[in-house]
């Protein structure tokens, strides 16, 4: 196996680590078993325990936001509530499908009122990308007004998706159903946008 390789084992076997056991059952001992490494492996490729989260918490944030953003390059031109449509239901997929993974990202500002971390930067970097790419098909001319329904948009979507089966009795049905997930993304979409 290649360096390349391993390192990518290593970040994935955490990932899944993050998801099965959440942010605090995280150890590099646990890790390099999964992975099929030993744990000099880790501390040779990414230093500490530390920087290999760091990593994979900035990984995963790119992925759920920026490349699920760019994956619909053309149609946010062409039809941007197609492509917000797409995005949206892509992103509550991914929430629901690592929970876990989501709630680490936001452990520090549950857990300690701070919002001063790297995930709440990139997520409000990404919010003023979303805000720029849909602004024309927000219902409100004040720039304020605008960059709050994106703000509901998201709170909708990362509160449903990390728990899914909050609203489950409530609705009648299960929100991890794809097919819910599409009709729970239509109706947020006819009750937000114009």
């Known amino acids: 196996m290649s360096s390349n390789e391993i390192k990518q084992k290593i970040i994935m076997t955490t990932i899944e680590s993050i998801e099965s056991k959440?942010?605090?059952?995280?150890?590099i001992r646990k890790i390099a078993e999964q992975a099929g490494v030993?744990?000099?492996a880790?501390?040779?490729?990414?230093g500490s325990k530390e920087q290999l989260l760091k990593i994979v918490m900035n990984a995963t944030l790119n992925e759920s936001f920026v490349n699920n953003i760019k994956d619909?390059?053309?149609?946010w031109v062409s039809d941007s509530?197609?492509?917000i449509q797409h995005f949206l239901e892509d992103t509550l997929k991914g929430l629901i499908n690592y929970p876990n993974l989501t709630k680490a990202h936001l452990a520090d500002s549950f857990l300690k009122n701070d919002f001063s971390t790297n995930s709440v930067q990139k997520i409000n970097e990404f919010?003023?990308?979303?805000?720029g790419l849909i602004?024309?098909?927000i219902p409100?001319?004040?720039n304020f007004e605008s960059k709050t329904s994106v703000v509901q948009l998201f709170s909708t979507i990362l509160m449903s998706g990390m728990m899914p089966g909050l609203f489950d009795q409530f609705l009648g049905k299960e929100l991890k159903s794809l097919e819910n997930q599409k009709v729970f993304i239509k109706v947020l979409l006819e009750n937000y946008l114009k």
């Open 135 to 137: 602004r024309n098909i």
């Open 140 to 142: 409100f001319e004040d």
């Open 38 to 40: 030993n744990v000099a």
């Open 72 to 75: 619909y390059e053309d149609l």
């Open 22 to 27: 959440g942010i605090q059952g995280v150890t």
């Open 127 to 131: 919010l003023a990308e979303l805000h």
């Open 81 to 83: 509530k197609k492509a």
């Open 42 to 46: 880790i501390n040779y490729h990414f």
